[in-house]
């Protein structure tokens, strides 16, 4: 299992200057890959998607995954400009139907530049339940974007999800839980917290993954870090995650 960290945390992002300055953290911080999100990059780069691929290289780290802010098909396009391996899809459409045909969609055109669509299961959206996702798999040939934090909120057992979804499983998100509460009243700036600090079975997971003989990317990816700067946010979870993958 490869490590990367997603530029999330850094929040929206002025330039190419600070862009460089976040790859730089992330790469001092030890991980291997990156995660895009879309709508927070400058509008420099979101224009000359390649410059990302590039500026990545350059800081020695490889562009892991999209995502997908905004769900027309031409957002294939510039994924793979900018190198990513997939793209990770949160569904907020009016209907299950809506998300089902934006799924497939989305999966088809991902497909025909060798990259793969991976559904993100999210609280308030149109895959918080085993039965939403499912009719989206069966939809499409999309993997999943497993992600520890949402599926904690959601009450789903982590590791006998990751046992009946091995081979559908394309990245791996992970953040930690700071309690239960309501799915509806998530915040994302105070409910989700660095890894360890919550209530999510880390070596739980861990173990799952290692059992479904996983070998893909493994994404940091906390929203909002509680630590003084996302630098060090990034460095202590990349720290706790190499100590949990090692056990």
């Known amino acids: 299992m490869k490590i990367s960290c997603a530029a999330l945390g850094w929040g929206d992002i002025k330039d190419v200057k600070q862009f460089v ?17 879309y709508a927070v990059m400058p509008e420099v780069l979101k224009k000359n998607p390649g ?5 990545a290289k350059k ?31 949160c569904l907020f459409e009016k209907d299950d139907k809506s998300a089902a045909k934006v799924t497939k969609a989305l999966t088809v055109a991902f497909g025909k530049k060798g990259m793969k669509i991976a559904v993100h ?6 895959a918080e339940n085993l039965r939403q996702l499912d009719a989206l798999l069966k939809a499409s040939d999309a993997g999943i974007c497993f992600d520890s934090a949402h599926l904690e ?19 791996v998100h992970l953040k930690d839980l ?12 105070k409910d989700f917290v660095d890894l360890g600090e919550g209530v999510v079975d880390m070596p739980a997971v861990a173990r799952a993954l290692k059992k479904a003989k996983y070998k893909g990317w493994i994404m940091v ?8 700067s996302m630098a060090a946010s990034a460095t202590k979870n990349y720290k706790y995650l190499q100590k949990l993958l090692q056990n």
Not at 51 to 55: G, T
Not at 121 to 126: I, T
Not at 178 to 189: F, M, S, T
């Open 121 to 126: 299961p999210h609280v308030r959206s149109n």
């Open 221 to 228: 990816e906390v929203d909002f870090p509680h630590e003084g």
């Open 21 to 37: 300055e976040i790859l730089d953290s992330i790469k001092d911080a030890g991980y291997e890959g990156v995660g895009i999100e």
């Open 178 to 189: 700071r309690e239960h509460v309501d799915p509806a009243k998530i915040d994302y700036d």
């Open 59 to 89: 800081a020695g780290l490889e562009v892991v995954s999209m995502a997908l802010n905004e769900t027309t098909t031409d957002m294939a396009d510039v994924a793979n400009k900018m190198g990513a391996e997939s793209g990770w899809l």
């Open 153 to 171: 909120a959601l009450r789903i057992d982590l590791p006998k999800f990751i046992a009946k979804y091995n081979n559908r499983i394309a990245l």
């Open 51 to 55: 410059q990302v691929k590039k500026l």
